[in-house]
């Protein structure tokens, strides 16, 4: 009899710490950190996985998590590679109590392996500042969130740029304007909206390609000169862009006309490039600079414990890193408004998160809040947009350092819009998509 208790008495300790184990295992929130590096493209990829896990850690070390739930990762290594993108996706996607978050795939290419397997699993694909434009229209790509700017409205910002420089969108008529870009699904993406828009405001565009890793570009460069260009847009990534600057020198092409894509306008895009950088312009949907807020807390909580990321102290706050603290914020505040739904204090799957992402809403006051309001952009996210911001700031190097010369510039929703919708209805039609309907959303 007194065996037969004890084994109960046994039985029930086991029960109860196996309950206490899972109790303690439910309050983690599980995100893959899959970026890269290694490569041509690792200053991208550390830099901004750099910036997220820093935030996660900043979270965990000042607020216990979010709501009690501690942030758990796992780095997997990409080489910004469709493959090893897709590999990393499905060695970590149901990992943690609730599977993955969500994934960040930091490639274009990635971002495209990615839809249908993210669909199917219901984890959301978000590609903040890339990846496929189209998957702006939330009813088509309920489960992929390019958030705050996508390439089509970046590239409508840019004209708009350019237009203020030559002293109006009328001055637009007859300019030349040359589009070098990464021979890649990204460097690709932006043809079609630069297309429409040379017709509709007159100027001659000109595409030109260089190959991966683009550290060859002498006969596109000599190109360049031949036809004699207003501007250039750079359209660049990893060690593509400093080689670009030196040739562009090189051919005697102005600094201060090429115009750069935000994966252009990194300080590891410039410094390597010498003289040949100063003076250029490039977009930007982060800023840089520890001065904010957050960058101050994250200084506070994690590097002065001496727990943070970067190795090199001289990347905290910049382009990339800062990106990744966005990407960091982004996360959280979807898992945050998840949980308002369904649950403070517990672990979100990826299908309550993508519930979350879609109903985010970061106006002034909350990015102040999160001591973010120099870093980014406000953003409201719906059912039919997925983008949820649109704008763009332009910066340029003197030098030294990135300064910003523009405030926001909106996108041109007039010209993406509609494409949007059309590339969207056309993909729902390929793969035998019946949209949602928005009105029905909740």
Not at 58 to 70: E, F, Q, Y
Not at 87 to 101: D, I, L, M
Not at 131 to 144: E, I, K, L, N
Not at 316 to 332: C, D, F, K, N
Request: proline share 5%; with cysteine; hydrophobic share 40%.
């Amino acid at each position: 009899m007194k065996r037969k208790s004890l084994l109960v008495a046994v039985a029930a300790l086991a029960a109860g710490a196996y309950a206490g184990a899972v109790a303690a295992q439910a309050k983690e929130q599980f995100v893959p950190a899959n970026f890269y590096w290694v490569g041509p493209y690792a200053p991208g990829g550390s830099g901004a996985s750099g910036g997220m896990i820093d935030y996660f850690k900043l979270l965990n070390a000042r607020d216990g998590g979010i709501n009690g739930v501690k942030l758990t990762w796992e780095k997997c290594e990409t080489e910004y590679r469709n493959d090893r993108g897709v590999e990393c996706y499905e060695r970590s996607k149901k990992k943690g109590p609730t599977g993955a978050t969500l994934i960040h795939p930091f490639s274009t290419g990635i971002t495209y392996s990615l839809i249908e397997k993210g669909t199917a699993d219901k984890i959301p694909i978000v590609s903040v500042g890339y990846g496929r434009t189209d998957a702006s229209d939330g009813r088509v790509f309920p489960y992929v969130f390019p958030l705050i700017t996508n390439y089509w409205s970046q590239n409508t910002a840019k004209i708009k740029f350019i237009g203020m420089k030559e002293g109006g969108m009328d001055k637009l008529k007859g300019k030349k304007i040359v589009n070098i870009y990464h021979d890649s699904a990204y460097g690709k993406e932006t043809i079609p909206v630069l297309d429409v828009q040379a017709k509709k405001f007159g100027f001659q565009v000109t595409h030109i390609a260089v190959p991966h890793p683009g550290n060859e570009q002498q006969a596109q460069w000599l190109q360049v000169r031949q036809i004699k260009p207003d501007w250039v847009i750079l359209r660049g990534w990893g060690v593509m862009n400093p080689t670009a600057l030196k040739a562009a020198a090189k051919v005697g092409f102005p600094s201060t006309k090429i115009l750069g894509v935000w994966w252009s306008g990194a300080e590891e895009d410039v410094i390597p490039a010498g003289d040949a950088a100063k003076g250029y312009i490039a977009a930007g949907f982060n800023l840089p600079g520890t001065k904010q807020p957050v960058m101050q807390e994250i200084l506070k909580y994690v590097y002065a414990k001496g727990q943070g990321e970067l190795e090199d102290k001289s990347r905290i706050g910049s382009i990339y890193h800062t990106r990744g603290v966005v990407l960091g914020i982004l996360t959280v505040e979807a898992v945050r408004k998840a949980q308002e739904r369904y649950g403070k204090g517990n672990s979100m799957t990826g299908e309550q998160v993508r519930w979350g992402l879609e109903n985010l809403n970061l106006d002034a006051k909350r990015l102040k809040e999160l001591g973010a309001s120099d870093l980014m952009q406000p953003l409201k996210v719906s059912c039919l947009d997925h983008e949820g911001g649109g704008a763009v700031k332009f910066l340029q190097w003197d030098g030294k350092a990135w300064k910003v010369i523009t405030d926001w510039i909106p996108s041109d929703q007039s010209i993406v819009r509609p494409m949007i919708e059309a590339s969207a209805a056309q993909y729902a039609k390929e793969k035998g998509i019946t949209p949602r309907d928005c009105s029905k959303e909740k």
